[in-house]
């Protein structure tokens, strides 16, 4: 698109009802997941007394997984021709991990519990990308990609504090909130399959005797690509939240608490996600990643400076700001750079390495928290975003040039 068209004004009322429906799932899987990720952390240290070196290699292998996955799924989407199916298949798979959490208390179980759910997010994660790029306007494309991860992040939030409740009124019984887990990830299953239609493809949008052509990552494009290397780096300055959760608990907040930070973090991811989409339909999506960028700079100092509750609401205050400030123009980004017909492989290309970055990340934060203390985890978060900013800033025009020339 030579230029975003000044009517892209993101109204929430001209968004696509399948955008919508689509985040509603995405928010009760959230809903039900974050319950179990808010507390999973603690329950491997303080019950089961595991090492936070442990957490962080579980917590890398289970997302670089996840993502890995997608580049598999989101391929196999557009080899199909259609993406509703898998990203079923994947909800579902998850949903059905759920129940694993509250029926062992062993490790090995756990980590194949939590593989599980995440293999289930890399079958249904690309698809799903790929499902709202097909259904939304090329003039919404920002907004439509940021209400989904809004809803998203509302449910992201709501799992914490719903883990947070049921922790008080249960007396911190783990098993029963990871039973109570799994209801809203069946209605998410049942709302995919009941509310999301696929909109219908063109024929000779990917033609059968192309298609192996077609979904090869050789036809991704250069400032697909582009995009692909630039998400990567970005991940490798951000490790998992399970580190928020731990900080937490590291300045003493008691444990009915400190799901609570998550609730902070995802507080203010879902009020920034939609009106950071909706403004980079307007204005250079790669200036707004360099904004984004600089919070996480910030937010990893407050928190490895981090001695009382304020700078720790602080601290993932600035956490959920840069993720709504990137996470959607990714998205978008990727949906505005790549073939129509090769959307899934390239969403999925998007994740796989970025899966390997987070798992670098994942294990690297927690080498350094089981050798020098929770603040030179942060310490050395904000070293890799700075180098992060650098790569970002020596390549902005060449990542923007592309974008500004393509499009539908």
Known sequence: MAVRSAKSGGALHAIPAGVWALGFVSMFMDISSEMIHALLPVYLVTVLGTSTLTVGFIEGVAEATGRITRIFSGAFSDRLGRRKALAALGYGLSACAKVIFPLVSVVGWLVAARFIDRLGKGIRAAPRDALVADISPPHLRGASF???????????????????????????????????????????????????????????????????????????????????????????????????VLRAQSIGVPLMLVPGVLVVMNIAYSLSAYPVGALSDRMDRTMMLV??????????????????????VAGALLWGLHMGCTQGLFAALVADAAPPDCRGTAFGMLNLVSGLAQFCASAIAGVFWDAHGP?????????????????????????????????E
């Open 146 to 244: 940021g209400l989904r991860q809004s809803l998203d992040t509302i449910g992201a939030f709501l799992g914490p504090l719903a883990a947070m409740v049921l922790m008080w009124l249960t007396s911190n019984h783990f098993t029963v909130v990871f039973w109570i887990a799994a209801v809203p990830a069946v209605i998410a299953v049942w709302l995919i399959l009941a509310a999301v239609h696929e909109p219908i493809r063109q024929q000779d949008a990917c033609p059968a005797r192309e298609l192996g052509r077609s979904t090869k990552v050789g036809s991704l494009g250069s400032s697909c690509w582009l995009v692909i290397a630039v998400g990567a780096i970005f991940t490798l300055a951000r490790f998992s939240e399970a580190f928020l």
């Open 291 to 312: 904004a984004g960028l600089c919070v996480l700079i910030v937010a990893d100092l407050v928190l490895a400076r981090a001695t009382g509750v304020t700078a720790l």
């Open 375 to 407: 603040g030179s985890t942060f310490l050395v978060g904000a070293a890799l975003a700075i180098l992060a900013l650098a790569a970002l800033l020596s390549v902005r025009n060449l990542l923007r040039r592309p974008l500004v020339a393509g499009g």
